[in-house]
């Protein structure tokens, strides 16, 4: 999928929030000892949710961008906080942006890459000027599923705009991968999600992400050495590792954006998080790749050219790496009273 | 949402207080009459979201409907244009409070109305 105009990233912002749960309370509590494959992950407060983190990464991006009107803000997530109420209304009053086209993208990990591609589509035609693609999600696992372990909780946003001298990195291309694969999902009215346990791998994860990467190396003609960095999804620390190998990445292009061992899979937020991650050290002229994945089951992958502009632009970036290191550990019952797991 | 809460949600969500054209004064919550020289020519202004704690104290007995968030702490932070405003802080414990810290304006939470009733957003504030 290619653009009339060429579109780039003026803005990027993340948020997580600062509590911590280790794995091995999780362990504990309901496997008598042990750990996740994760070592902890990002829990949000008891007053926080998916609208609280989205405002937050919001305008951390719109500061970095500097752009005061934006013509669409879609928020991808699968944990909004209202079934029926846009989550994108609230971050459009919050941030004081009113003629916006505003809606909730939904499907489940790739939310955020799928608003990433329309709101492309959105710049890269002409009829907008900017537009704001959200990722977050408070994800949350049923106690004692071994999801619990891995579902956390973060926010990552991006300012799309017409490729400028004030834009950080131009998308040069992305394409979208999808068909009927029943992994993982929560049915109306349902709490918690459910999953085929592993049917997560193989008919899922993998077959959509080394489909679509492959799909973007072949339309495009490209290869895995073309790029500095790639960035996969991460629903625990195994999968992008293992994905990236088939597809030819090696260790160092995947190490800076793979997050999960230390905040967990923030879902909707998970691989723009990470790309934030690579944008945070990017140098001018690097090549990234990312590649989402979203349970239903679909991929979205995106090669990106780092511009000149990332020097300056970055210098108003809180940083992924500082707000992973700035955290409070908690217990595991502090963690139900914050995420609403005690019925009263 | 409260009727009153949806007409005032600017001043929750964004800060929005207002300033005196005649001699800059600036206020938050918003005011319809300067305080300092009577005008009424005022318009509405971003408070900055940056400030330094004036005084604090610990809740642990809260109004109904913020149990959960016992113990509750609220400050009053200076913003940065001196103006001072009334608010919650959160991310922190009493003891690790001091008179003079900074602190930046946060979106969170207030309120809900159980599960199946309204969310209410704003301002709180966490150490800078």
């Given amino acids: ?344 | 949402m409260s009727i009153s809460y949806w007409r005032l949600k600017d001043r929750y969500y964004r800060l929005i207080g207002v300033s005196c054209e005649d001699c800059k004064s600036e206020f938050f919550p918003p005011v319809h009459v300067c305080r300092r020289c009577g005008s009424r020519k005022l318009v509405d202004r971003d408070m900055p979201r940056t400030g330094k704690i004036v005084t604090y104290t610990e809740l642990r007995e809260t109004l109904a409907g913020f149990e959960d968030q016992e113990p509750m702490l609220l400050c009053i932070v200076q913003l940065e244009n001196g103006v001072k405003v009334l608010g919650q802080i959160v991310d922190t414990t009493v003891e690790n409070l001091s008179i003079g810290d900074k602190v930046k304006a946060v979106f969170r939470k207030i309120q809900e109305h159980g599960s199946s009733g309204q969310i209410f957003y704003g301002y709180k504030f966490v150490k800078a």
């Fill in chain 1, 1 to 344: 999928m290619k653009t009339h105009y060429d579109v780039g990233i003026a803005g990027y912002g993340v948020y997580l929030p600062l509590y911590r749960l280790p794995t091995t309370e999780i362990a504990r509590v309901w496997k008598g000892g042990g750990a996740g494959p994760n070592k902890e992950k990002a829990v949000a407060s008891i007053d926080e949710d998916s609208s609280t983190m989205a405002v937050e990464a919001a305008r951390r991006a719109m500061d970095m961008a500097e752009v005061s009107r934006l013509g669409a803000i879609f928020v991808g997530t699968e944990s909004k906080p209202y079934a029926v109420k846009p989550t994108s209304t609230i971050v459009a009053q919050a941030l004081g942006q009113h003629f916006v086209l505003a809606s909730d993208m939904e499907f489940a990990c790739k939310a955020a890459t799928e608003a990433i591609q329309v709101i492309r589509g959105l710049v890269g035609s002409g009829m907008i000027q900017n537009g704001l693609a959200i990722g977050v999600d408070t994800a949350q696992g049923r106690p004692g599923d071994d999801l619990e372990f891995t579902t956390g909780s973060g926010a990552a946003a991006y300012v799309l705009s017409r490729s400028s001298p004030e834009t950080l990195a131009t998308v040069e291309a992305g394409v979208s991968y999808v068909t009927d694969t029943g992994d993982f999902w929560r049915r109306q009215n349902e709490k918690y999600p459910r999953h085929l346990s592993r049917f997560t791998g193989e008919p899922a994860y993998f077959h959509h992400v080394e489909t679509s990467v492959k799909q973007l190396f072949e339309a495009y003609g490209l290869k895995a050495s073309d790029f500095t960095y790639a960035v996969f999804h991460q629903p625990n620390p195994r999968f992008p590792v293992e994905v990236a190998h088939r597809l030819g990445f090696k260790a160092e292009q995947i190490k800076t954006g793979l997050l999960n061992p230390m905040i967990g899979n923030t879902y909707s937020a998970s691989s723009p998080m990470g790309l934030a991650a690579v944008l945070d050290e990017a140098k001018p002229g690097d090549r990234v790749m990312i590649a989402s994945f979203g349970s239903g089951a679909g991929s979205d992958a995106f090669a990106l050219r780092v511009t000149d502009a990332i020097e300056k632009k970055r210098k108003k970036a809180v940083k992924v790496a500082d707000l992973i290191s700035k955290n409070t550990k908690i217990d595991y019952a502090t963690y139900a009273k914050f995420r609403g797991k005690f019925t009263k």
